[in-house]
């Protein structure tokens, strides 16, 4: 006993509540195996195992079957969302892939065919805490980028604008840029024609015949700039680095970035020439991430939420009508609505979108590990043990004071009335105030908080 409060001592307060808080932000929920294993490890050996990994598979558990089949993410209405979702179920790297999602809405690409999205989602995984401009270049190359954004087939005789324009407004800078840069990035960008495999697009490829090699002025610097050189201009202008850490900030903590963290973040940013790893360590070390651990106030996006409830209950993908929930609650992986993504936090939180969370946390508990079978539940349980058994079953997620004490009362309350001799009565009150408590625990407003 004495070594381990020496250990606890020596590394500083680390407790299950931080776990949770670290893996909800910077993955998809923590099982119950998690939390014991990492804090009993410390603050430094968590963030690193989530910025480099461990041994092992980069998957853990079965693979899913829907109706008896294997997913088909490319020719299946709705598997490639299922088969996205499993990926955040069964990671062993949470932060890559909650980085990927980061990308995904980053860079929101939108109707184009799932084999494309597909192919964009690896590039995403692939350099998701890597070099920032090796992935802008990754980005700029990618087939459904080019098509989305009318990059491929720009030529020389009329370049097109739009991925110039986005690649400063929304990749890279957010100001500091002119029409005039604009239009002179475009020309750069020219040459990039795509690939057809009938009526469908299946790549892209570099045309130099079709590129404008001329002089151009961009950012006040002339050159004879092609799309590498205008990659090169915007990730060294000076607002890329304050630009991109903040954005970084927002997604894993709630409060707002102060001035002197936000230029804390950008040396750290310019010093590992570009590398996110580092940005990333940093952020998860602050202690504004583990802020009011008693009362978390990141409403947990849609994909965000199922993905973790799924996680942490300890089911996989065995149904298709996951897909269908998450467009009803205003998030549908592969499909942003725009250009500049969701909108993150509050914005999630409607009448219909709530509903929507309600709804998915009844199909959580209707089979599957979170159900409860007709006579399993013991009547004698008290309502505290009641309520703690319930937490276990759906992956013990936050829970204020009031709402404990509000469903421990309901839990009492099922019984009232109930004859102390009506066994069977009070088998089935048992049984339905488990499945309540469970249901209420998912969909209550804590449990949309991480």
């Known amino acids: 006993m004495a070594d381990r409060s020496r250990a606890i001592a020596k590394r500083g307060t680390w407790t299950d509540a931080h776990v949770r808080r670290l893996f909800w932000r910077a993955g998809f929920g923590a099982t119950r195996a998690e939390v014991s294993t990492w804090t009993a490890r410390g603050k430094g050996a968590t963030i690193a195992w989530l910025l480099d990994g461990g041994r092992g598979p980069r998957l853990v558990g079965p693979e899913p079957r829907v109706d008896g089949k294997a997913l088909d993410p490319v020719n299946e209405y709705g598997h490639d969302v299922l088969w996205w979702l499993d990926q955040m179920i069964r990671t062993q790297r949470p932060l890559v ?6 990308w995904h809405n980053h860079f929101a690409t939108n109707d184009q065919d799932p084999p494309l999205m597909l192919r964009q989602n690896y590039t995403f995984r692939k350099y998701a805490l890597g070099n920032f401009r090796r992935l802008l270049e990754a980005v700029t190359k990618d087939p459904a980028m080019q098509a989305f954004l009318s990059l491929s087939d720009s030529d020389k005789a009329a370049p097109n604008e739009n991925y110039a324009r986005e690649l400063m407004e929304l990749f890279t800078m957010g100001s500091g840029y002119t029409e005039q840069d604009i239009r002179e990035a475009a020309r750069a960008l020219t040459g990039f024609r795509s690939v057809n495999s009938g009526d469908t697009l299946v790549g892209v490829s570099y045309d130099p015949g079709s590129h404008d090699a001329g002089a151009k002025q961009i950012f006040g610097r002339s050159g004879r700039f092609d799309y590498k050189g205008v990659l ?6 000076p607002q890329h680095p304050g630009f991109l850490v903040a954005k970084l900030w927002r997604y894993f903590v709630t409060e707002p970035i102060s001035p002197a963290t936000q230029n804390a973040l950008a040396r750290v940013y310019r010093r590992s020439r570009l590398e996110l790893k580092p940005v990333l360590k940093a952020i998860l070390g602050h202690p504004a991430l ?14 965000v939420y199922v993905a973790g409830a799924l996680r942490t209950a300890g089911r996989g993908i ?16 592969f499909n942003p609505p725009n250009v500049a993504g969701w909108e993150w936090g509050p914005a999630w939180m409607s009448t219909n979108t709530m509903r929507a969370r309600f709804e998915a946390a009844g199909s959580l508990i ?37 709402t404990g004490g509000a469903l421990a009362d309901m839990a009492a309350a099922f019984f009232a009335g109930v004859d102390a001799g009506d066994s069977d009565t009070r088998q089935q009150r048992a049984d339905q105030s488990q499945r309540a408590l469970r249901h209420l625990l998912v969909s209550n407003p804590d449990g949309q908080l991480h």
């Open 366 to 402: 209707e089979d599957g590990p979170a159900s409860v079978a007709d006579g399993s539940t013991s009547p004698s349980l008290s309502p505290a043990d009641a309520l703690g058994i319930a937490r276990q079953a759906v992956g013990e997620p936050w829970l204020s004071r009031e």
């Open 290 to 303: 583990y802020a009011n651990l008693d009362a978390p106030d990141m409403v947990k996006a849609p994909i």
């Open 318 to 333: 065995d149904r298709s009508d996951w897909a269908d929930r998450l467009s009803a609650m205003g998030q549908r992986p």
């Open 97 to 102: 892939e909650k980085m990927t999602l980061f």
């Open 232 to 237: 090169d201009l915007v990730v060294r202008r």
